[in-house]
């Protein structure tokens, strides 16, 4: 919960401050190829231009980091450090002349990632995850496209291509699957109990007959009253 929970609070407090304060951070999102945009690299994800903006993006951030920190644990912090440089560098690199701002280029790189990592790991749990923000986000996809005035397509697009790139680059140490005995290669039919409860038709034998074990002679040894001689039985 720390990843998802700090995420929240930062562009909450940002805002916040704002407010407060009467201050507007705009100047510090990405200004495309620009010396004193580079700084919006770093600070555009926190910055945010009404309640709306920053609600419509707080849902899928504290989710998708959730999702990260727990199924990606081992890099999750490494993802989300390139994953911000590397999407605010190509919206720097691509950006129409304006203050691109927001965490949504984040989303777009969790989103791609997490889809694509769990398709190429072929894990069960993993695809199941993939498939699960497919169906939550897909609709995401439409937005990397100018299809609306006033959103910053190229920093969706930026992050759509970082998480592709990451997914590709992270590698990860995935949990074995495990492996049932039919599956292995020296596997015999012949050996297995439970396929001995079977006849040769496929019928289900409640009880197999018991098997004929050799005669077993038991010799016993004892005293009749002490200070006799031993007798063998």
Not at 162 to 173: D, N, Q, R, S, Y
């Amino acid at each position: 919960m720390v990843f998802p929970l700090l995420a929240v609070l930062s562009i909450w407090t940002v805002y916040w401050f704002e407010i407060r304060f009467q201050v507007n951070f705009n100047d510090y999102g990405i200004y495309p190829r620009t010396l004193k945009g580079l700084r919006g690299i770093v600070f555009s994800p926190f910055i945010h231009s009404s309640v709306e903006h920053l609600y419509n993006n707080t849902i899928p951030i504290a989710i998708l980091t959730a999702s990260l920190s727990y199924f990606y644990r081992n890099i999750a912090l490494e993802v989300l450090l390139w994953g911000i440089l590397l999407s605010g560098a190509i919206t720097w690199l691509i950006g129409r002349p304006s203050y691109h701002i927001g965490v949504s280029g984040l989303i777009y790189v969790l989103v791609s990632f997490i889809f694509f990592k769990g398709i190429l790991s072929k894990h069960y749990r993993l695809v199941a995850l993939s498939l699960m923000v497919v169906f939550i986000y897909g609709s995401l996809l439409w937005y990397i496209f100018p299809v609306e005035d006033g959103i910053s397509w190229e920093g969706h697009l930026g992050g759509f291509l970082t998480g592709i790139f990451l997914a590709f680059a992270m590698k990860v140490p995935l949990p074995k699957l495990k492996k049932y005995d039919w599956e292995k290669e020296d596997y015999n039919e012949e050996e297995d109990e439970f396929l001995k409860h079977f006849d040769e038709h496929g019928n289900f034998i409640e009880s197999r007959p018991p098997v004929q074990e050799e005669d077993i002679v038991i010799k016993y040894h004892f005293k009749k009253d002490s200070g006799e001689e031993k007798e063998d039985y």
